[in-house]
């Protein structure tokens, strides 16, 4: 990204969606292109991790510098306590320039100071990041959609394995392959058909959460004993609560009160 310093500050930017802008690049041999993309949204989240992680780096020398103010210590000791502060919050590690010194009357100190061009690269760099393709007849607004395809079919198989708990099955008769592969495939229907009407009612592009949410909506077996010693058993759905309740008339289906108990027979050969 330092490589394209001058391409970051200069305009023009292409606006595909709000949000999000991309430019093209071209590389120095002209082979290949760059894509450089800068997103608010990304932007707004690194501008808070950097500001996390800044902060935890203060209050940790401070604390170090509190200690060495209380008693004598091996600067030795004081370099790898600062040095492991540092590489626990290394996405702002670069931010501090600091030095243990020694006291005249023995101990040590760390003294830090923040480093401005670290500040103004990050400032100028958060929320941007590169794509890198060998198509060099494209304009910017297909290449970063190409590019989108890509992580679409990614997450698929992310989903495939992850949401939906398909794994791999070696099977070994085609047929079986091939009724897999649907299983599979419906699946993954039903689960971009619930990402559309996630979509459609408002609630973003992540089925993930919605499916989260709601799976703590649970069904309980009542039973009841006559005095005849039958037994009636009702199948309820818990009462959601108010933010379930809220999802639930977003997306449009009712939840029932009750479910039908599949009846079943013990008297099969």
Same mark, same amino acid.
């Given at each position: 990204?330092?490589?394209?310093?001058?391409?970051?500050?200069?305009?023009?930017?292409?606006? &595909?969606?709000?949000?999000?802008? /991309? !430019?093209?690049?071209?590389?120095?041999?002209?082979?290949?292109?760059?894509?450089?993309?800068?997103?608010? $949204?990304? =932007?707004? !989240?690194? @501008?808070?991790?950097?500001?996390?992680?800044?902060?935890?780096?203060?209050?940790?020398?401070?604390?170090?510098?509190?200690?060495?103010? @209380?008693? @004598?210590?091996?600067?030795?000791?004081?370099?790898? =306590? /600062?040095?492991?502060?540092?590489?626990?919050?290394?996405?702002?590690?670069? &931010?501090?320039?600091?030095?243990? =010194?020694e006291r005249p009357g023995g101990g040590c100190e760390p003294v830090w100071e923040k480093v401005a061009a670290w500040q103004e690269w990050a400032t100028l760099s958060e929320g941007c990041y590169m794509l890198r393709s060998?198509?060099?007849?494209? $304009?910017?607004?297909? &290449?970063?959609?190409?590019?989108?395809?890509?992580?679409?079919?990614?997450?698929?198989? =992310?989903?495939? @394995?992850? $949401? &939906?708990?398909i794994r791999p099955i070696w099977h070994q008769k085609a047929e079986r392959v091939k009724a897999h592969i649907l299983v599979c495939f419906l699946a993954y229907v039903l689960w971009k058909t619930l990402a559309q009407l996630v979509r459609a009612a408002g609630l973003g592009d992540e089925p993930r959460r919605v499916l989260d949410e709601l799976a703590a909506l649970r069904t309980v077996d009542v039973v009841m004993r006559t005095r005849a010693g039958t037994e009636i058993r009702r199948r309820c759905v818990t009462q959601p609560s108010k933010e379930q309740a809220a999802l639930i008339d977003r997306l449009g289906p009712r939840v029932p009160r009750q479910l039908q108990i599949a009846e079943t027979t013990s008297n099969v050969v």
């Open positions: 990204m330092r490589q394209f310093e001058r391409e970051l500050l200069q305009e023009p930017w292409t606006l &595909l969606r709000h949000g999000l802008e /991309v !430019k093209l690049v071209a590389s120095p041999d002209g082979s290949e292109t760059f894509i450089l993309c800068r997103s608010a $949204d990304r =932007r707004e !989240k690194e @501008k808070a991790m950097h500001a996390r992680f800044e902060r935890r780096i203060e209050e940790g020398l401070e604390r170090i510098a509190a200690g060495c103010r @209380k008693a @004598k210590h091996n600067p030795r000791l004081i370099e790898r =306590r /600062v040095g492991r502060l540092l590489a626990s919050n290394s996405r702002a590690a670069r &931010l501090f320039r600091v030095e243990v =010194r060998n198509i060099t007849d494209w $304009d910017a607004s297909e &290449l970063w959609r190409a590019y989108m395809t890509l992580t679409e079919a990614e997450a698929a198989f =992310r989903i495939q @394995k992850d $949401d &939906l708990r």
